[in-house]
């Protein structure tokens, strides 16, 4: 697998033509498949020129004009609308649970708001050097090349197994039929089915009509964070006693007394799965990497729309969190289940504010499942365009709506099968977490290999220097190296901590074991080891052939990469 990023920095990209496995047949292969147009994803391909040079430095793909659709507004919606979906309305009363107390839960929010803001450092600092469609797995394969292709199967399994979207699906079900019926908790069957029509309808749309979903997802992101303001400057002027927004017995959660109480009584592994939530909340600082090869100045633009965005939602969090609890006293959080903000609302000014609240984070939950469908859908594709997964033709096409329907589909698919199958008691905090061990395992692989480049010589043996020195990594914008540290140690931490067992008397789940999503995810990596030597071990040798990358354009224009088969002569 070529160095793309120290490739970039030298202005120029060779294509790969060595084997992927078994570089020792390479001048023994029949190569009558590699004339300058082939026949691969039931399109045209060339080889061709890849990169330009942009304004800020930074090296991207030749990619047409007409194919880069996202601005500053776009990408800072992508990030919006994935990071404010269902999280600050739906978590914080398994957060306060979690944690047991409100100062430790509201500790817990900055905790994550860090670990966030680390995350978006790196992101960019990855986006800016590899401004191209995939996210992390272009960031995987760059840092560990060998052996050749394993990460790439092993990220694809997360792509395609991991219902992205199930949670938010579970909550959109909930909000809906509370606002219809705010008096009565819904049923949780009515509420999957509300939620597999939800994300059956952001199948159709992203799926057949690409830029009236745009305009939709950039509309809602606009939408709720004038929502979350509003909440927060409602729970700021009730502690202000505000005319209006007075309330005649307020909590006493901000009581020092009180404000303690609780602490850590669901020990260690309550809290990991406390802040496993609040991190939740904040994933999506890496959302628009994952479409920057159709972004506009791809790298001016990452590095304004995340640190916009993630500062943005960073400030609002910490606000909403101290609305709810000036309005909602601990106790009735923690049992209300994950309606916190129409209770919020309902305090406030009655049944009907709160039926009206459920319909904004319903419609907000519904902007954060476009974001996700939107641009996993487009993981999924680049999979497929470049050979990875079965069926690659079916996943790399945009016919017939020029969208990636199969990939979508695919999503939707798994999202869908998770909602509907999941015990109803565990549903929402099983599948949640089932989204945020993966992320923590690959953050950490990411992170990791990041700050083994940015390490000095000073603390590396002779033998890794020239490792390191030969990813040649001069990206746009530098992350400082005490924050990629601390990114790393902090999913180090999140993948670790889970399996320690719950305090006694404490249960993570209802009906499935504590460790059950942690299985789940080591369970997906170790299928995609297995893939992988299947793919390109048993069967090249059972075939008498090698798999070897070559770098191609779309009749359309776009570059891209594939993965074809040689013949061993």
């Known amino acids: 697998m070529a160095s793309t990023a120290g490739t970039s920095a030298a202005g120029s990209r060779a294509p790969e033509r060595e084997p992927l496995l078994g570089g020792s047949v390479v001048d023994n292969v029949d190569d009558s498949a590699s004339d300058a147009s082939k026949n691969y994803a039931s399109v045209d391909v060339r080889a061709a020129p890849l990169l330009d040079q942009d304004d800020e430095g930074g090296i991207v793909e030749d990619v047409p004009d007409h194919k880069r659709q996202l601005g500053l507004g776009s990408a800072a919606s992508l990030i919006f609308n994935r990071v404010i979906g269902t999280g600050i309305f739906a978590t914080p009363s398994v957060i306060l649970r979690s944690s047991g107390s409100v100062g430790l839960s509201l500790i817990m929010w900055l905790l994550g708001a860090t670990v966030a803001l680390c995350g978006t450092a790196v992101y960019i600092e990855l986006g800016t050097g590899l401004p191209r469609n995939g996210g992390e797995k272009n960031y995987l394969e760059f840092i560990y090349k060998r052996p050749k292709l394993l990460v790439t199967c092993i990220y694809a399994m997360y ?45 159709l749309l992203h799926g057949t009509m690409l830029k009236a979903g745009l305009h939709l997802q950039n509309a809602l992101g606009l939408f709720k964070l004038l929502v979350l303001v509003g909440i927060a400057f409602s729970g700021l002027a009730s502690l202000l006693k505000v005319k209006g927004f007075r309330l005649e017995n307020p909590p006493r959660n901000f009581e020092w007394d009180t404000m303690w109480e609780g602490t850590l009584t669901g020990g260690v592994n309550a809290f990991v799965t406390g802040l496993f939530n609040v991190i939740w909340c904040f994933i999506g600082y890496s959302n628009a990497n994952y479409a920057l090869a159709e972004v506009r100045d791809p790298v001016r633009t990452i590095k304004r729309a995340a640190p916009l965005a993630m500062l943005s939602v960073t400030l609002v969090y910490l606000l909403v969190n101290v609305a709810y609890l000036a309005v909602v006293d601990k106790e009735e959080i923690i049992g209300s289940g994950r309606i916190v903000a129409a209770l919020h609302f309902g305090k406030l000014w009655g049944v009907g504010a709160e039926r009206v609240v459920s319909v904004i984070v319903a419609l907000s939950t519904l902007g954060n499942i476009l974001a996700v469908l939107f641009t996993h859908g487009r993981v999924v594709q680049e999979l497929g365009r470049e050979g990875v997964l079965p069926f690659s033709s079916l996943f790399a096409s945009n016919k017939p709506f020029n969208a990636p329907f199969a990939g979508l589909f695919e999503q939707w698919l798994v999202t869908s099968g998770l909602v509907l199958l999941v015990p109803p008691g565990d549903a929402y905090l099983f599948m949640l977490n089932l989204s945020s061990y993966p992320l923590a395992l690959i953050n950490m692989f990411v992170s990791g290999g990041l700050l083994f480049i940015h390490l000095p010589d000073t603390f590396l043996p002779k033998r890794l220097r020239a490792l390191r020195a030969s990813y040649d990594w001069h990206p746009p914008f530098r992350a400082w190296t005490p924050i990629v540290l601390f990114f790393f140690l902090s999913n180090i ?51 008498g052939y090698v798999l070897v990358r070559d770098w191609v354009r779309d009749d359309d224009g776009t570059p891209r990469r594939v993965v074809r088969k040689v013949k061993v002569t």
């Open 159 to 203: 792509a395609v197994l991991t219902g992205w979207q199930a949670a938010s699906c579970s909550v959109f079900g909930e909000y809906a039929l509370h606002a219809l019926n705010p008096s009565e908790p819904p049923s949780p069957n009515t509420a999957r089915f509300a939620g597999v029509l939800c994300i059956t309808a952001a199948l």
């Open 493 to 543: 931490f999140l993948v670790a901590v889970p399996l320690v067992p719950p305090a006694r008397g404490y249960r993570v789940y209802e009906y499935l074991p504590y460790w059950l999503h942690v299985l789940v995810a080591w369970l997906i990596s170790f299928g995609g080891v297995a893939y992988w030597y299947v793919w390109c071990v048993w069967l090249p040798r059972r075939g």
